[in-house]
T-cell receptor, first 112, second 110 residues
């Protein structure tokens, strides 16, 4: 039981490049989330998916798109990376009750 | 103003000390409350939920005051392994939007 997995662990992009961050969970959770964490800011919600087939914007969605590919997988896409998107990105999932969020190990992204 | 505010610290305490962290929240739609722990360069993990009646888990005690919109975490008999960042977390009514505080850093020294 791997929990929540994320790939890649580290990535360096040039401004304007695109990439997709992958997230998968094997806990049969309904809801999945993408956050970014910046120093002094706490985790901020980018997008979430309450259940398979639905996605909604969070606090900071600009510059990102998401896909809930199936119940297990929720990907985050940066279409044209900007230096302001340098951050640590965490994927999380919760069960139906939403009691506890389980996080992946994070992706450290640097945009130069 | 941030929706969830915490003292960033750091708190530097000796082993065996008692330390308390405070957190205030501003969104009246706040429904559920948690403390998460985050080790350096790791993902956050749930430490404990916070209930209005107060709750305890070993050396950790959490309190919630809904009228004052205030949450606290007390750690007794601090251990070196308690060194981490403690995140105050509020989940809004509806269940999907969760707001994280920026965290309070704790260093426990021998």
């Amino acid at each position: 039981n791997a929990g929540v997995t994320q790939t890649p662990k580290f990535q360096v992009l040039k401004t304007g490049q695109s990439m997709t961050l992958q997230c998968a969970q094997d806990m049969n959770h309904n809801s999945m989330y993408w956050y970014r964490q910046d120093p002094g800011m706490g985790l901020r919600l980018i997008y979430y998916s309450a259940s398979e087939g639905t996605t909604d914007k969070g606090e900071v969605p600009n510059g990102y798109n998401v896909s809930r590919l199936n119940k297990r997988e929720f990907s985050l896409r940066l279409e044209s990376a900007a230096p302001s998107q340098t951050s640590v990105y965490f994927c999380a999932s919760t069960n139906r009750g939403g009691y506890e969020q389980y996080f992946g190990p994070g992706t450290r992204l640097t945009v130069t | 103003r941030k929706e969830v505010e915490q003292d960033p610290g750091p708190f530097n305490v000796p082993e065996g000390a008692t330390v308390a962290f405070n957190c205030t929240y501003s969104n009246s739609a706040s429904q559920s409350f948690f403390w998460y722990r985050q080790d350096c360069r790791k993902e956050p993990k749930l430490l404990m939920s916070v209930y209005s009646s107060g709750n305890e888990d070993g050396r950790f005690t959490a309190q919630l005051n809904r009228a004052s919109q205030y949450i606290s975490l007390l750690i007794r008999d601090s251990k070196l392994s308690d060194s981490a960042t403690y995140l105050c977390v509020v989940r809004l009514t509806g269940g999907f939007k969760t707001i994280f505080g920026a965290g309070t850093r704790l260093f426990v020294k021998a």
